[in-house]
C-alpha cells in the first residue's frame, strides 16, 4: 500500500521487519524483492508522488571545489527518487572495474563479476532492458549497424542498454497492491536511535513538513537514500559527527566518487561519411521496437591499454549532428534543452520559469536551433558532437561533510568537497587523443577539440555526471570502509546501505544496473534473516 505521513498521528509507532529509508531505485528493488519472502516492510520516501517545491528543498546543500550543479538538481524528491532525471543507461561495471589496479588507490571490490552477473540479469529485468548481452558482434549480427573499422588494439567498442525507466511511476501499482510493503510518502527520516551499548538501531525517527512526529521501529533498517543523503542520515545519527553511526574510522561521506562528462569537441568525417548507426540507439527488441528500450555503442579504451598508460576507465560516444552546430552552445538554447528534458520527465522541473525566460531572450536563436533538428545541417560538413566521460578515483579528500546551513527541520545541509585530481584528467585527454590517432589512421576523419594539451583546460570543460558514489564505501577492514560485503554498517548488527554509496571503485558506466543488481543481491541476504534462516548478526568481532 502507498500512505501518507501527513496522515499518520504524531507520537505514533509503526512497526516492520525491515525498514528502508528512501524510495529511489535501490528502495524499490529491495522492498519489491524482499516482499516476495513475506517481510513486513515499510519504505520511508521524503517526498510525494511528483515534484514539490518543499520536499525538493529539503535536497539543497553546497559545493566546494571543482565546477558541479546544483543539488536540488542532481536528485528528486519524489517516489521514484533519481529516476525521474535519469538518462537510462545501463551497463554493467566490467571485471577490471571490480578488481584492485596498482595503479588506482583504493580499488578492488570484495568480490568479482561472477558474484555479480546472477544480480545483473534480474536487475536487466527490473530494469525492463533488452538481452543479458554486451558483446558488440552479437549487437551488429542483430542489424543494430557496424562499428567503425578502427584496427588499433588500444579501443575497444562498449555496450550500453537504454532505457527510461521512472521507477516511482512504473512500480507504483505493485506496491499499491502489496498487502506487506507500505509506502510512506512525505515521511523525512531525521535520525537514527541506538543506544551505544549494543550496536543496534532500534528505530529511526521521522517527520513531515507540516509538522507531524512518529517514530518508526523494524528488525533491520536500510538506508538507501543516496550517495549525499545516505551518509549525511550516518552523521546525524550520533552525539556528533564524529561519534556518529558507522563513523568509528572518520571515513563516513568519504571517498565521493562522480563521473566528469564534457564534450570537448567533434568528430569530422573524410570523404564519404561513415555510417554511425551502431552508435546511436537501435531498438533492443527489433520485434517490440516500442516497448522503449535501446541499444547504443561507445568507443572505450582496452583493459591492455589502461594497464600500459595507468589509466582509468571511461568511454567516448557520439552525439547528434545538428548539436555541432554552434547555436546549441548559447545560454538561449541549453535553456530550451533544459525545459524539454523536464517537460519529458528526464530533468529536474525546479527552473520551468527561469529556464523559459532565459530561452525567450533570442527567439531567433531558439528557432535556429529547431530547425535546425527538424531539417537538419544540409550542405554543412559531416560533423558529430563527441562527448565523454570517464571513471574517477576513490579519493579520501573528496567527500559529503555537514555545512553550517540548515534544512527546514534545522537539519545541517550537507557540503560536497570536489575535486578531480591528475589521473582523472590524463585519462580523459589520453582517451580523446587515442581516438583521434585511430580514426586518422583509419582514413575516416579525425577530431577536433580547442582544448590544449594544459590539463587545467580539460578540467574547466568538464561537468559532474550526477553519479553520486562511494561516501559508504564497502571493505571487510573497519579501518577501510563503512560497510562491508553484504553492505552491512560495520559495527551494527542490523544496519545496511543499499545504493551507490557503497561502490569501493565507481568504475566507468552509469551506476543506476549495478544500484539495483546490488539491492536484489542484498534483498536475497535479508530474506534469509527475515526468515530465521541465517543465525542473527552481532557488532564486529562477536559473530
Not at 529491495?30 to 517545491?53: D, K, N, S
Not at 560533423?383 to 579519493?395: G, K
Not at 561502490?503 to 542484498?522: D, H, M, S
Request: aromatic share 8%.
Amino acid at each position: 500500500m502507498i500512505r501518507d505521513a501527513r496522515n499518520v498521528e504524531s507520537g505514533a509507532w509503526l512497526d516492520f521487519d525491515v525498514c528502508i529509508v528512501g524510495g529511489g531505485a535501490a528502495g524499490i528493488t529491495l522492498a519489491l524483492e524482499l516482499g516476495t519472502a513475506g517481510a513486513r516492510i515499510g519504505v520511508l520516501e521524503a517526498g510525494g508522488l511528483r515534484y514539490e517545491r518543499e520536499s525538493q528543498a529539503l535536497l539543497d546543500g553546497e559545493v566546494t571545489g571543482d565546477a558541479y550543479p546544483l543539488l536540488t538538481d542532481t536528485r528528486f524528491s519524489a517516489l521514484g527518487g533519481s529516476t525521474k532525471l535519469w538518462a537510462g543507461w545501463c551497463r554493467p561495471l566490467d571485471e577490471a572495474d571490480l578488481e584492485a589496479r596498482p595503479w588506482v588507490q583504493n580499488s578492488g571490490w570484495p568480490f568479482g563479476r561472477a558474484e555479480m552477473d546472477p544480480y545483473y540479469r534480474r536487475a536487466h529485468e527490473i530494469c525492463r532492458l533488452g538481452d543479458y548481452e554486451y558483446d558488440p558482434a552479437a549487437w551488429e549480427a542483430r542489424g543494430g549497424g557496424r562499428r567503425l573499422p578502427l584496427s588499433d588494439p588500444d579501443l575497444t567498442t562498449s555496450v550500453f542498454q537504454v532505457n527510461v525507466l521512472d521507477f516511482g511511476r512504473t512500480h507504483a501499482p505493485a506496491l499499491r497492491a502489496s498487502t506487506n510493503i507500505q509506502v510512506i510518502l512525505h515521511a523525512v527520516a531525521l535520525r537514527l536511535r541506538s543506544p551505544a551499548s549494543n550496536g543496534t538501531v532500534e528505530s529511526v525517527e521521522v517527520a513531515t513538513l507540516s509538522g507531524r512526529r512518529f517514530e518508526v521501529r523494524a528488525r533491520i533498517f536500510v538506508l538507501a537514500a543516496g550517495g549525499i543523503e545516505n551518509p549525511r542520515l550516518l552523521l546525524l545519527s550520533g552525539e556528533s559527527p564524529e561519534r556518529s553511526l558507522g563513523n568509528a574510522h572518520g571515513l563516513v561521506g568519504r571517498y565521493f566518487s562522480d563521473h566528469p562528462f564534457l564534450t570537448p569537441g567533434s568528430f569530422v568525417a573524410e570523404g564519404s561519411p561513415p555510417s554511425l548507426a551502431f552508435y546511436f540507439p537501435t531498438p533492443a527488441h527489433p520485434r517490440a521496437p516500442a516497448d522503449g528500450a535501446s541499444v547504443r555503442g561507445a568507443i572505450s579504451l582496452a583493459q591492455d591499454a589502461l594497464a600500459r598508460g595507468r589509466l582509468l576507465n571511461g568511454a567516448l560516444f557520439f552525439r547528434y549532428a545538428y548539436e555541432a552546430d554552434p547555436v546549441y552552445k548559447t545560454p538561449e538554447v541549453r535553456a530550451l534543452l533544459a525545459l524539454w528534458e523536464a517537460f519529458r520527465g528526464r530533468g529536474a522541473p525546479g527552473h520551468r520559469l527561469r529556464d523559459l525566460r532565459t530561452a525567450l531572450r533570442s527567439p531567433t536563436r531558439v528557432a535556429a536551433a529547431v530547425w535546425r533538428r527538424l531539417v537538419g545541417l544540409r550542405g554543412a560538413p559531416a560533423r558529430w558532437p563527441v562527448r565523454t566521460f570517464f571513471e574517477c578515483e576513490s579519493r579520501e579528500s573528496n567527500r559529503v561533510v555537514l555545512s553550517d546551513r540548515r534544512d527546514a527541520f534545522e537539519r545541517p545541509l550537507p557540503r560536497i568537497e570536489w575535486r578531480l585530481g591528475e589521473l582523472d584528467l590524463r585519462s580523459i585527454r589520453y582517451g580523446w587523443t587515442a581516438l583521434d590517432a585511430a580514426l586518422r589512421r583509419a582514413g575516416v576523419g579525425r577530431l577536433e577539440t580547442p582544448l590544449g594539451e594544459d590539463l587545467e583546460d580539460w578540467r574547466s570543460a568538464c561537468e559532474g555526471g550526477k553519479h553520486h558514489m562511494g561516501t559508504t564505501r564497502m571493505h571487510g577492514d573497519p579501518s577501510r570502509g563503512v560497510v562491508d560485503a553484504r553492505g552491512r554498517v560495520h559495527g551494527t548488527a542490523n544496519l545496511y546501505v543499499a545504493g551507490s554509496s557503497v561502490f569501493p571503485t565507481p568504475g566507468f558506466a552509469n551506476p543506476t544496473l549495478t544500484i539495483v543488481a546490488l539491492a536484489v543481491r542484498l534483498a536475497r541476504h535479508l530474506s534469509e534473516r527475515v526468515n530465521g534462516r541465517e543465525g542473527e548478526w552481532r557488532p564486529d568481532g562477536c559473530h
